[in-house]
């Protein structure tokens, strides 16, 4: 280990402690296909020992000759990659005492030198072809009714970030999903920095920490109580234990859970009022349209009576409003099935608008950046499912619209909002950057960290239960996009939704 203790900048081997008491026959393949690491389990299954196999064996030596052609096109293909990937599959190795038929799991490690490393687990098929059952030390059986019988999942990394042990998935999805993926690839951004700050102070200090997070990594928004260990030996540190436990029931308070309660009689309230609106949508369009020939017809046989036909242009403009309005109400309203396509955000963000414009208007409150959002052709479009991006603007301006009417109750020149996008880069992707800003109260920088939590809200129980944000931050996140903010107290808060843009749009 270094002086200054900071193993994630360099290239470590696996730790061979933790990983020689893994409940799985398991070995690892070096970048030459050399066995560079074996567990006990395997020891137990194939009748070698590790002075006879750890850097000498090829992996190769072990196939069933009628495999090894096979096994050859796969090390190579797993060798060549440039990210981490897994595979599954049935074959014959080599033992002792002949070859024995087994199910194999494999998944590529990469280190800090981008070199392919090969983690091997094994389950040996009796002969039906089933997994047999290991009759395991009564010391083994212990460690899997700690590891994957208990209430909590448990995962071991190595000093890469490399995730080589989970005993079971707090979400109930197959831990093949995690073995052997890096940490952070499984966070987010801003959860990865925080847990490799966190990673530096347990190697530099060679001790525990605890970190609470609300997170989304195992698919639904939960809170989580992580302990991140050291594993030692000899004053060494060969690997990080972390322990998860879902404590999102703990961390709700007695309001929480009420609020909860009360969000599911909101949403099924919601449903009901959704049908209702599509209906009422309805029979406003038929007659609406109506109205509109009519008047059309009409202001064609006026000839050149100017009064009547400005009093037709009235009625056939406010027609036409109200029709816009009518459909994106039934846009909304409509249950759509969950398939993103290629749409334009400032379309999206327009139809928006009209839904609240009415109400903007009757608060006094000035929309910039409206008209403009039509002309930026030069804005590609981002694979989104857009009833959900609507309702992440709606809630952006919904937000701002309050913040503005508890600042300035009345008309003023300052009650705006402004709306804009933009394309940014980094590296060489692209996003679409679309921005909501308000000049309202802004954010307290004490609710700051908070706004994204599920039942935050700083509104009246009346007004609102805290759920808008953190669903549009759930939403933003599933179109593999952010959401950040910026604020001053008193004077703005401007919220960012960054989506990326296609590939083929690049």
Same mark, same amino acid.
């Given at each position: ?5 900071? #193993? ?84 014959? *190795? ?53 590891? *994957? ?48 700050? #966190? ?84 029979? *406003? ?11 059309? *017809? ?209």
């Amino acid at each position: 280990m270094g002086k200054d203790g900071n #193993l994630l900048e360099k290239s470590h081997d696996f730790m061979d402690g933790l990983f020689d008491q893994l409940p799985l026959p398991s070995l690892v393949i070096g970048p030459t296909g050399i066995l560079e690491l074996i567990n006990r389990q395997f020891e137990i299954l194939s009748g070698f020992l590790r002075p006879e196999v750890e850097e000498h064996l090829k992996w190769s030596e072990l196939a069933h000759p009628d495999d090894r052609d096979s096994f050859m096109e796969l090390f190579l293909s797993l060798s060549a990659g440039k990210e981490s990937v897994a595979t599954r599959f049935r074959t014959r *190795i080599k033992t002792k005492s002949g070859f024995k038929n087994v199910y194999v799991r494999v998944q590529t490690l990469m280190t800090k030198q981008n070199q392919s490393k090969i983690l091997v687990q094994l389950q040996e098929l009796n002969e039906d072809g089933l997994l047999r059952d290991y009759e395991l030390p009564d010391t083994d059986y212990r460690w899997r009714s700690l590891l *994957i019988e208990g209430m909590d999942s448990v995962a071991v990394l190595d000093l890469n970030g490399n995730i080589l042990f989970v005993s079971k998935t707090l979400s109930g999805a197959s831990v093949d999903r995690y073995l052997g993926k890096n940490v952070y690839s499984v966070l987010n951004s801003s959860e990865g920095a925080k847990f490799r700050s #966190l990673l530096r102070q347990v190697i530099d200090t060679q001790s525990p920490i605890s970190w609470q997070l609300w997170s989304d990594f195992s698919g639904v928004k939960r809170h989580y109580f992580m302990r991140v260990s050291p594993v030692t030996r000899l004053g060494e540190i060969y690997s990080i234990i972390v322990l998860i436990s879902d404590t999102t029931e703990l961390k709700e308070s007695d309001a929480d859970q009420l609020k909860r309660i009360e969000l599911q009689k909101h949403r099924q309230k919601l449903e009901a009022l959704g049908t209702l609106a599509a209906g009422v949508a309805h029979e *406003i369009n038929n007659p609406l349209t109506g109205i509109l020939n009519y008047a059309e *017809i009409v202001r064609d046989q006026i000839g050149t009576n100017e009064h009547l036909r400005k009093n037709l242009d009235i009625i056939i403009r406010e027609s036409e409003r109200i029709s816009v309005i009518v459909r994106n109400l039934l846009g909304f309203v409509h249950k759509e099935e969950r398939i993103r396509i290629e749409c334009k955000t400032g379309e999206i963000l327009f139809s928006s608008v009209q839904l609240l414009l009415p109400f903007m208007i009757k608060d006094g409150i000035s929309i910039e950046g409206l008209q403009e959002l039509g002309l930026d052709s030069e804005i590609p479009g981002v694979e989104a499912e857009p009833n959900k991006l609507k309702q992440v603007f709606l809630n952006l301006l919904t937000n701002s619209r309050d913040s503005l009417n508890d600042k300035y109750p009345d008309s003023h020149p300052n009650k705006k909002i402004r709306i804009y996008q933009s394309v940014v880069k980094r590296g060489e992707a692209r996003y679409v950057k679309v921005s909501v800003e308000d000049t309202g109260a802004g954010i307290k920088k004490e609710n700051r960290s908070k706004i994204f939590d599920p039942f935050f809200t700083t509104k009246a129980t009346s007004s609102g239960i805290g759920l808008g944000l953190s669903i549009s931050y759930d939403i933003i996140r599933d179109f593999a996009g952010e959401i950040d903010f910026e604020t001053t107290e008193g004077e703005f808060a401007r919220f960012d939704i960054i989506l990326p843009v296609p590939e083929k749009n690049s």
